[in-house]
């Protein structure tokens, strides 16, 4: 990739099979323009396969989308909708995949322009001028009854049902998204992550780490270690970057389940 000129992104992708999961159905994928996390879900390695096929498929752009003027957020709708697709096949050949899907969250940039894609309850955040947003919004029970103003925030993080997601990748409709585009400026810093870390670290402590941790790679294995150490219950995946005066990266992450299965789109 040529060398920018301007801001670009310097990255790390980290995931962990967690405390109590004996298997990884999260992915993860880092590159100099690409960030993303896959969720799995579904028996008799499902979750592995669904997760497998959305971050490799989106992980293609890479090769396939021009370094500057693509449309951004047509690419990952394609994307998503090709995932769908593929979900609903593999299903279909082979009885026991049934019910497997997968979350998606993708940042996809160009120059200081990123599209957002999101389905599902994994997360992205944006650490800007001394605040942590959240950029995008859960598809889960609990949030459902946040938004209708029946529970509160605190309500929901102790829920019985807080992992009950409502929407992700799972073979019927379109593959419906949430697609924004978004505009990064010099010194953000971006965390993409699955479920198994914002269940068990709370925003306040995400917060401090990314503000005190420099290295995107310290930072993600400290989100991870904090995740295990209060008891990981599922599988932590983590991708950090920082947008800045830095030389533009060759090198190209792909973690957890995606590792052992290279599936072609």
Known sequence: ???NEG?????????????????????????????????????????????????????????????TGADLKAALKT????????IREMSEQEPALRGMGTTLTALLWDGDMFALAHVGDSRAYM??????????HDHTLVQSLVDDGRITP?????????SMVLRVLEGTGDGELDLTLREAQPGDRYLVCSD???????????????????????????????A??????????CVVADFGPYP???ERFVVGAATERRLTP
Not at 79 to 85: G, Q
Not at 127 to 136: E, H, K, M, N, V
């Open 127 to 136: 650490l800007r001028d001394g605040a942590l947003y959240q950029i995008t």
């Open 196 to 226: 198994g870390l914002t269940a068990v670290v709370g925003p306040e402590t995400l917060f401090t780490i990314l503000t005190e941790v420099d290295d995107p790679g310290e930072t993600a294995h400290r989100l991870i270690d904090l």
């Open 1 to 3: 990739m040529a060398q």
């Open 154 to 162: 605190e309500q929901a993080a102790e829920h019985p049902r807080r």
């Open 248 to 250: 533009a990266g060759a």
């Open 79 to 86: 994307v998503a909708r090709d995932v769908n697709r593929m």
């Open 228 to 237: 295990n150490r209060g008891g990981g219950p599922d599988n932590i995946t």
């Open 7 to 67: 801001p670009a992104l310097r990255y790390a992708a980290r995931s962990d099979v967690g405390v109590r999961r004996e298997s990884n159905e999260d992915s993860g994928y880092a590159s100099a323009r690409l960030l993303a996390i896959a969720d799995g879900m579904g028996g008799h390695a499902g979750g592995e396969i669904a997760s497998s096929l959305a971050v490799t498929a989106v992980a293609a752009l890479d090769e396939s989308l021009p370094e």
